[in-house]
């Protein structure tokens, strides 16, 4: 049982941020937390809490998650772990983001979506979608953190829509007192890589460094 966990973070000031922490997290997601991305955060989430839920969900939007979106059932990809109670499956119907809200009540609610958002002919189309999203995370109590889409080299989520992506989310956040990790700021696309939207394994788990390092500081500031 985590019961004293010390996160210590030499901030800009050069000062020293500890905080105590063992929250109940819950986190969803895409594609990219079905590799290493989500394995690696998950890792790293381990090390401030003894009760870390990580779910992923391939092709997923916010509306996915809302349980009333066109993806509700994933074919391509299904991930979630509780503990050492781990699932892996091709097919699986994805679960209702309010279900799973009212279940682990948790007090820290981490979002990873964005890139099946560019994926769609306007990002603008989501706003309701990402902004009821953000809303039940508020009237839970929980804390909010969404992860934005990174960086992509693809014909479907172009550079152009990526942005429009990010900005929506960075804004939506701001409006719903939800701290949003630029994930464009930490990654860079290979320019080798045909497939042009998922990351290799050393890459994936490169970032999910990145985005653990700043989980962990907004969760130092917030205590």
């Keep these: 049982m985590k019961t004293s966990i010390i996160a210590i973070f030499f901030m800009a000031s050069g000062s020293i941020l500890a905080a105590e922490m063992n929250p109940t997290i819950l986190y969803v997601g895409d594609s990219h937390s079905y590799g290493k991305l989500g394995t690696t955060i ?70 990873q979506l964005g890139t099946n958002i560019a994926a769609g002919s306007k990002p603008e189309n989501a706003t309701q979608s990402i902004t009821k999203m953000m809303k039940a995370i508020s009237s839970e109590g929980s804390k909010c953190i969404w992860i934005g889409p990174p960086d992509a080299n693809s014909k479907i989520v172009t550079k152009e829509k990526l942005k429009l992506t990010n900005d929506l989310l960075k804004k939506l956040a701001n409006e719903n007192k939800c701290d949003y990790i630029d994930s464009m700021k930490l990654t860079s696309f290979p320019k080798d890589s045909k497939e042009g939207i998922h990351y290799p394994p050393t890459l994936s788990a490169k970032w999910g460094e990145s985005v653990s390092v700043e989980i962990l500081k907004i969760l130092s500031a917030a205590n």
């Design 42 to 111: 998950e890792k790293n989430l381990s090390k401030i809490s003894d009760h870390v839920i990580m779910q992923a969900s391939c092709g997923a939007t916010p509306n996915t998650w809302l349980g009333n979106g066109k993806y509700e059932k994933t074919v391509c990809g299904y991930w979630r772990k509780e503990g050492k109670v781990e699932e892996r499956s091709v097919e699986h119907q994805t679960p209702a983001f309010a279900d799973e809200l009212a279940k682990y009540r948790p007090q820290v609610t981490i979002v």
